[in-house]
Each structure stands twice: as structure tokens, then as C-alpha cells.
């Protein structure tokens, strides 16, 4: 699944914890290409793929800004 996904969308390709996403999807659905339509629905309509842009540079920003309200908390 995750290889097809990167051939459909070689602009974000496979990248570094696309497994959660997929093997959670696989896991409720129980069929590969059930799972493979919904990720690519959640990946463009849910906007997930700008998780997964520059360098996941969004989970390193959202980290930060977690990591400073634990801080201020």
C-alpha cells in the first residue's frame, strides 16, 4: 500500500511514519484497497500531506509548540 501511495503522490512519496497511518487504516478496514482510498482521501481532503512535506517540518513546529505550553503549564 505504502508504495502505491508514493507512486500516486511522488510529491510527498513515502516518508517516515506513513506506516502508522496506513497499517491503522488497514487494521480497521481489513482490505488494501479500501485502506489505500481512504489514506489518499485522508492525505488530500483532511490536508494530511502537509504533515508530511519539507522534512515533516510541521511535526518538528508542532512539537515545539507542544513541548513550550508543557513548559508554560
Do not use: H
Amino acid at each position: 500500500m505504502l508504495v502505491c501511495y508514493s507512486e500516486f503522490d511522488p510529491e510527498i512519496g513515502y516518508t517516515q511514519g506513513m506506516n502508522f497511518v496506513a497499517a491503522l487504516l488497514y487494521l480497521a478496514v481489513g482490505d488494501e484497497v479500501i485502506a489505500f482510498t481512504i489514506m489518499t482521501r485522508v492525505m488530500f481532503e483532511l490536508q494530511w500531506r502537509e504533515v508530511y512535506k519539507d522534512q515533516l517540518i510541521m511535526v518538528v513546529n508542532l512539537t515545539k509548540k507542544i513541548k513550550a505550553w508543557l513548559i508554560k503549564e
